[in-house]
C-alpha cells in the first residue's frame, strides 16, 4: 500500500521560505507511470493544485505561483519536496502530497494526510 | 470564485440517488480534458472515486457513477448511506491556464 507523509514547520514567518518534504512508502518514487503532486488548500477556501514532478526533474507549476515555487525530488531517500519563497499570510493553508497518475493533468491518488502551515509572525 | 462551478451543498435520505454537478467551460473540460472526483472527510486525506469521467478505481463501491457531457460532468450516488456525508470534489484541467483546477466542493448531507 502506498503511503504519503508530508513533514515540515508548521509555522512560517511573513517573507521567509515555506519548505515541506513528502515521504513516499511503499512504492518507489522512480516510477515511470507517475507524477508526485503538491496541493493546497487555505482555510475556507477551494483546492489548488501548486505544481507537480517527475521522478526525472522535469517540474510543472501553477502559473499563479511560479515565480515562488520549486519542486524538487530526491530519489534515493523516495522522497519529494517543495519550497514556496517569500510567503505571506495568503499562503496559510493545509498542504497535501499526492501521486499522479501517468502526467501532471491527471488525477491525484493516493493523497498523503496533509500537514497545516500557518504564516504568522 | 473556481473554475469548476459545484453546488454548495446537496442532501439526500438514506437510499435515494443524488447527483452533483461540476461545471466548466470551453477551456476546460469543454475541451476535452477529463474530469475526475474525490470524497473528502474532514481531517483525512481526499478519496479517488471516479477517474477520467467514468472509472471507478477499485476498492471504490459501484454506487458511485461518474459522466461527463459538453462543458459539465457529473457524480452519481446511488442507495446513499450515512458514510457517504462528506465533501465532493471535481477536478480537471484548464489550458488557458495551463493548470489543473479543482472544483469548489459540494458538502452532501444525508439526513
Known amino acids: 500500500q502506498l503511503l504519503l507523509q508530508v513533514s515540515g514547520p508548521g509555522l512560517v514567518e511573513p517573507s521567509e521560505t515555506l519548505s515541506l518534504t513528502c515521504t513516499v512508502s511503499g512504492g518507489s518514487i522512480s516510477s515511470t507511470t507517475y507524477f508526485w503532486g503538491w496541493i493546497r488548500q487555505p482555510p475556507g477556501k477551494d483546492l489548488e493544485w501548486i505544481g507537480s514532478?517527475?521522478?526525472?526533474?522535469?517540474?510543472y507549476y501553477n502559473p499563479s505561483l511560479k515565480t515562488r515555487v520549486t519542486i524538487s525530488v530526491a530519489t534515493s531517500k523516495n522522497q519529494f519536496s517543495l519550497r514556496l519563497r517569500s510567503a505571506t499570510a495568503a499562503d496559510t493553508a493545509l498542504y497535501y502530497c499526492?501521486?499522479?497518475?501517468?502526467?501532471?493533468?491527471?488525477?491525484?491518488?493516493?493523497w498523503g494526510q496533509g500537514t497545516l502551515v500557518a504564516v504568522s509572525s | 470564485q473556481s473554475v469548476l462551478t459545484q453546488p454548495p451543498s446537496v442532501t439526500g435520505a438514506p437510499g435515494q440517488r443524488v447527483t452533483i454537478s461540476c461545471t466548466g467551460t470551453?477551456?476546460?473540460?469543454?475541451?476535452?480534458?477529463?474530469v475526475h472526483w474525490y470524497q473528502h472527510l474532514p481531517g483525512t486525506a481526499p478519496k479517488l472515486l471516479i477517474n477520467?469521467?467514468?472509472n471507478r478505481p477499485s476498492g471504490v463501491p459501484d454506487r458511485f457513477s461518474g459522466s461527463k457531457s459538453g462543458t459539465s460532468a457529473s457524480l452519481a450516488i446511488t442507495g446513499l448511506q450515512a458514510e457517504d456525508e462528506a465533501d465532493y470534489y471535481c477536478?480537471?484541467?484548464?489550458?488557458?491556464?495551463?493548470?489543473?483546477?479543482f472544483g469548489g466542493g459540494t458538502k452532501l448531507t444525508v439526513l
Open positions: 477536478q480537471s484541467f484548464d489550458r488557458s491556464l495551463s493548470a489543473v483546477i
Open positions: 499526492a501521486r499522479q497518475s501517468h502526467y501532471y493533468m491527471n488525477w491525484f491518488d493516493p
Open positions: 470551453s477551456s476546460n473540460i469543454g475541451a476535452g480534458y477529463d
Open positions: 477520467a469521467n467514468n
Open positions: 514532478v517527475f521522478y526525472s526533474g522535469d517540474t
